[in-house]
């Protein structure tokens, strides 16, 4: 099979597990925003962005690590022993950690009545963080069917407890008999309100832990030590790395919190959040790319035509991205009805979030050079650069603007970064990337969609007949531009 077809088509395959997937996910979201108050949400926010920061720790790189190593040394099963021990380790002292200091911790981030959401916490990092060697496995072992049911299986579990502790439960509590109330008691506590997406995650991510024990029983239980350290060598960067860009997309999260006034924090982190997930589209295609392109990278560096494909790859992989600007763009008035009314003032920050995924998207298909070269160190000065840039310009507009500061600081970092990351590219390993398309589709897509809000109708038959009408448009001079004229998938 021609190399892009296999990507694109392993890509489509890991999509059913996270596009599918997030995209039943992010059903949850009418849910979460109509029963919780933006304040309420916010803490869902909060909390999440943690995760986010604390996943990062408890796997340091180890996952890239792995398929790094894998294929190098030509010892798969030694090298996926030794990290899944590694992480096996590490995240069980995580967990006993938070468990002993469970009141301080909730003391510190301000949930004094919590400490509960501190030990579920430490369990979903603690599981996710040991799974996420047997999901590499899959990837590398070209196993996205069962990787694929895996997630679909978590995502599915988790849906369904939100539908019945958040919808069913209350419903049936408000609306049953006495004695219905008091069996249900056994079962549900309606004081515990957010807390209920958390233990469906929680539940989910236990599940998920046990349908890959199979997967990690198998190993022999000896770590090799020299694996281990070039493996930490290898990975600490991208810890680094990973924590500076994790920096980039939710340090506002967690500062907003502190940086704006206690009366409307929780409400404006609220509106944030919620508006996010209304350009979830971009970040989950971004990340279903990147769970296909990783290993395929890796595997395609030593063909002769590799540079040639890795630019065919970012050409096409911005078109998909500007496709799907459009879309969310001229269809915001369906899109919005995912989140509830009270959250509408923050659709605003959309255009800007959709176009800041694109560019992460962009820099994560710029980085195969510093990875490929074992630079990854240079990866984490990129990331670092970001980092410094996203906490000084969430420090000046936050204050200032509010959520609307946020999203133009994510857009300035992920784009500063982008442009750098070209530069030092092309001199330790140039690329021919078409510029004039690469940069030429989103800056048309925008356009396009700016000049539409600006004096086309926006409700009505005859603006449903305009935005497919220009959907189609972009569809159709894409193909006779690129697929027509360069017959892009028959490989030189």
């Not at 056994?186 to 989910?204: Q, R, S």
């Not at 810890?239 to 939710?250: F, P, Q, S, V, Y």
């Not at 967690?254 to 997930?277: E, N």
Request: glycine share 6%; hydrophobic share 55%; charged share 15%.
């Amino acid at each position: 099979m021609h190399p892009l077809r296999k990507l694109a088509s392993q890509t489509a395959i890991y999509g059913l597990s996270s596009i599918v997937g997030r995209l039943l996910n992010y059903l949850l979201v009418p849910l979460h925003t109509r029963v919780y108050s933006p304040e309420q949400y916010g803490i869902v926010t909060e909390m999440y962005s943690y995760v986010a920061f604390l996943l990062i720790v408890l796997t340091y790189g180890f996952e890239t690590a792995f398929f790094r190593f894998a294929g190098q040394e030509g010892e798969k099963d030694k090298v996926y022993t030794t990290s899944l021990i590694s992480l096996l380790v590490t995240s069980l002292g995580f967990f006993l950690l938070c468990f002993t200091f469970a009141q301080p911790i909730a003391n510190i981030i301000e949930y004094p009545e919590q400490s509960e959401y501190v030990i579920w916490f430490a369990l979903i990092l603690a599981s996710d963080a040991i799974t996420a060697i047997p999901f590499a496995k899959l990837r590398l072992e070209n196993r996205p069917i069962k990787f694929a049911v895996i997630k679909l299986i978590n995502i599915g579990i988790n849906i369904l407890l939100n539908l019945f502790f958040i919808g069913f439960c209350p419903w049936l509590f408000k609306t049953g008999s006495a004695e219905t109330r008091e069996m249900l008691l056994l079962i549900f506590d309606p004081e515990i309100g957010v807390g209920y997406v958390f233990i469906a995650n929680l539940m989910a991510s236990l599940l998920t832990f046990v349908l890959l024990i199979p997967d990690m029983w198998k190993i022999k239980w000896e770590i090799d030590w020299v694996l281990w350290r070039k493996m930490m060598k290898y990975g600490f960067p991208l810890l680094i790395g990973g924590l500076a860009g994790i920096t980039n997309e939710m340090f506002s999260r967690v500062s907003m919190k502190y940086q704006l006034p206690k009366d409307i924090s929780m409400y404006q982190l609220g509106i944030f959040g919620a508006c996010y997930k209304v350009s979830i589209l971009m970040t989950i295609f971004v990340q279903t790319f990147r769970f296909a392109a990783e290993p395929f990278f890796f595997s395609q560096a030593k063909e002769k035509d590799a540079k040639q494909l890795y630019a065919q790859v970012m050409h096409w992989f911005v078109i998909a991205c500007s496709l799907i600007y459009l879309g969310v763009m001229l269809l915001m008035n369906v899109v919005q009805l995912f989140i509830g009314e009270a959250y509408y003032e923050g659709l605003a920050i959309v255009p800007i979030l959709l176009m800041a995924n694109l560019f992460l998207g962009v820099f994560f298909n710029l980085s195969i050079w510093f990875k490929l070269n074992d630079k990854t160190y240079i990866g984490a000065w990129l990331a670092i650069m970001g980092a410094l840039i996203t906490i000084a310009l969430n420090y000046l507009w936050i204050p200032e603007f509010g959520y609307v500061g946020a999203s133009w600081a994510t857009f300035v970092c992920y784009l500063i970064m982008v442009i750098v990351s070209y530069i030092l590219g092309q001199k330790n390993y140039p690329i021919a990337y078409d510029l004039k398309r690469i940069v030429g589709y989103p800056l048309a897509v925008a356009l396009v969609v700016a000049i539409y809000s600006a004096y086309l109708p926006m409700e009505g038959l005859i603006s449903w007949v305009l935005k497919l009408l220009i959907i189609l448009l972009f569809i159709a001079f894409v193909y006779l531009l690129e697929v027509r004229k360069k017959k892009l998938f028959s490989r030189p």
